[in-house]
């Protein structure tokens, strides 16, 4: 089971709910930014979007011919900060979804508020306190709780939409929870070892990368 929620499987309540958290988390953070980067700032947001699409393409084995692939939400939120993180994956996941089907349309407020709004906070949030005695294991922990808390997320939504619809949306709890959970604690072990790996390497051959967060004086207070 994948994180990108296809059209139909999601109670039309719920895909609803999903988009208006998501513009409104996705606005707030689109306004910050106006306040607190700067135009040098855009051009990395720019590549690093688009080094995160591309790295999603490679997928790595799981368990039994399953794979999985890159989220980035924590790369992109050590590297830019939880605000342009946000921009960030919700670009990626808007471009996913119109071009290349990937994510249905009404549930891509869902697959936004998800992966893009959960999984930059959630990498902040582990990131922040750990980052002050190790950083790199601060990258590798905010990397496989960003995958694992948007699979929570996911299955919650799957669960209710099932529970609400009478079955005609959704999955049951009963299924959604141990394939979900299960499936991506184990994809955000390749998570983590990706996103502390790139990390690694940032740091050796472009340490300036990893001090082009926006926001950076005000995020350290």
Known sequence: MRLHIPDGLMAPEVSVLGYLIAFI?????????????????????????AGIFVAQMINFPVLGGTSGHLLGAALATVLLGPFAGIVVMTVILIIQCLVFTDGGLLALGMNVLNMAVVGCLISWVVYRPISRKSEKAAVVAAAWTSVFFAAVLATVELVISYDMSGGS??????????SMLGYHALIGIGEAAITGSIFVFLSKVAPETLR????RKEAST
């Open 212 to 215: 082009m967060r926006i926001g």
């Open 25 to 49: 988390v996705v606005a707030l953070s689109v306004a910050k930014l106006r306040k607190a980067a700067d135009d040098s700032a855009i051009p990395f947001m720019a590549i690093l979007a």
């Open 169 to 178: 949306y959704g999955i049951s709890a009963l299924i959604a929870i141990p």
